[in-house]
Every structure is written in C-alpha cells, then in structure tokens.
Antibody, heavy 123, light 109 residues
Framework: EVQLVESGGGLVQPGRSLRLSCAAS????????MHWVRQAPGKGLEWVSG????????GYADSVKGRFTISRDNAKNSLYLQMNSLRAEDTALYYC????????????????WGQGTLVTVSS | QSALTQPASVSGSPGQSITISCTGT?????????VSWYQQHPGKAPKLMIY???KRPSGVSNRFSGSKSGNTASLTISGLQAEDEADYYC?????????FGGGTKLTVL
C-alpha cells in the first residue's frame, strides 16, 4: 500500500524558516518524480514544487522561487521542502504527492497524496 | 503562472450528466495533452480521477470522462450520484511548472 506521510508543519513567525518532510513507502521511491502541493484554508490547490527521480530536474512556482528548496533522499525514501523567509500567504496545508512518471519535464498527474501538514505563518 | 479557469460551481440531479470546463492558454492546456482532474471531498486529500486528458486510473468509475478541445479541457460525470458531490480541480503541465484550476464545487441536488 502506497503511503505518504508529511511532517514538520507548525506555527512560525514571518521571516523564519521551516523544513517539511515526506516519508514514502509502498512503492519504488526512486522510480518517480515527487511534488509539493499546498492548499490555503478554504482555497484551491496550488502546485509549489516538483523534483525528478534523480533530482536532475527541479521546478518551482513563481510564488516560492528563491525562498523554497525541494530535495529528496532516495536512500531514505524521503522528500523535503526547505521553506525560508516565510510569509503570511504561505499559510496552507502542504501535501506531498507522487507523480506517475519519473521526470517533471512531462509531469502528467499525481496519483497518491499524503494527508498534509499544516503550516501557519503568523506573529 | 496564471491559474486555469473553472466555473465556481455546477449542480445536477441524481442520474443526470454534468460537465466542468477548464480553460487555459496555448502555453499549458493547449500545448500538452497532460491535463489531469482531481476530486476532493471536505477534509480529505485530492483523488486523481483523470490523467493525460482522458485516461482513467484503475478503480475510477467509467462515469467519469475527460476531453480537450484547443485550450479548454472538460470533465464529464454521467449518472450523477450523491457521493460525487465534491470539489473538482483541473491541472495542466505548462512547460516548466504545473498549474491548477481554481476549483469547481459540484452540488448534487
């Protein structure tokens, strides 16, 4: 059974940093691209970032470019999101999502999602 | 990186069919056959319903179908059931990033 379990969310002050993790199991992690997708309270889905199977291709939404860094450790079956210079508008539930292909250069769809970890940016 | 355009809400009675549109541009929906659709019930994670425009993942009812014409993709749900009431999001690859639609709330009357 595929499982994606996010962790690392919490309440953080504006300008501070937070690192999210996603532990994957039930599939061959290094065969697939992985993504972070967020959802602000009561709002729609927003793609944040994606990383190919071998970390060779990485993409970011303009809203987080230069502040967030995605990475993965295939030996640990884990995906990460380092979030710096956090803003109030980054407040959201952050989902880890598995792609159905290995590379983000032709991302087709997200077939498995975690339950999300909530990030609240507030003073 | 502008969001794809979806109607805010649609509704239908049990047994009827509804269609949700998703309008993008020649840089996203129009350029790639890589549109996907997600169903999200309140408090739950999204669920993949359609990928690559018209393909259904294993386990998804054949009442759900997808299509595309130009810069607009569509999700059709036939034989509406009460459990179809949910939010639906379209999503497209856009070259160097991924873009979602704003979401459509489906109400089953």
């Amino acid at each position: 059974e595929v499982q994606l379990v996010e962790s690392g969310g919490g309440l953080v002050q504006p300008g501070r940093s937070l690192r999210l993790s996603c532990a994957a199991s039930g599939f061959t992690f290094d065969d697939y691209a992985m993504h972070w997708v967020r959802q602000a309270p009561g709002k729609g889905l927003e793609w944040v970032s994606g990383i190919s199977w071998n970390s060779g291709s990485i993409g970011y939404a303009d809203s987080v470019k230069g502040r967030f860094t995605i990475s993965r450790d295939n030996a640990k079956n884990s995906l990460y999101l380092q979030m710096n210079s956090l803003r109030a508008e980054d407040t959201a539930l952050y989902y880890c999502a598995k792609d159905i292909v290995p590379d983000i250069v032709a991302t087709t769809a997200f077939d498995y999602w975690g339950q999300g970890t909530l990030v609240t940016v507030s003073s | 990186q502008s969001a794809l355009t979806q109607p805010a809400s649609v509704s239908g009675s049990p047994g009827q069919s509804i269609t949700i549109s998703c309008t993008g541009t020649s840089s996203d929906v129009g350029s790639y056959n890589l549109v996907s659709w997600y169903q999200q019930h309140p408090g739950k994670a999204p669920k993949l319903m359609i990928y690559e425009g018209s393909k259904r993942p294993s386990g998804v009812s054949n009442r759900f179908s997808g299509s595309k014409s130009g810069n607009t993709a569509s999700l059709t749900i036939s034989g509406l059931q009460a459990e179809d009431e949910a939010d639906y999001y379209c999503c497209s690859y856009a070259g160097s990033y991924v873009v979602f639609g704003g979401g459509t709330k489906l109400t089953v009357l």
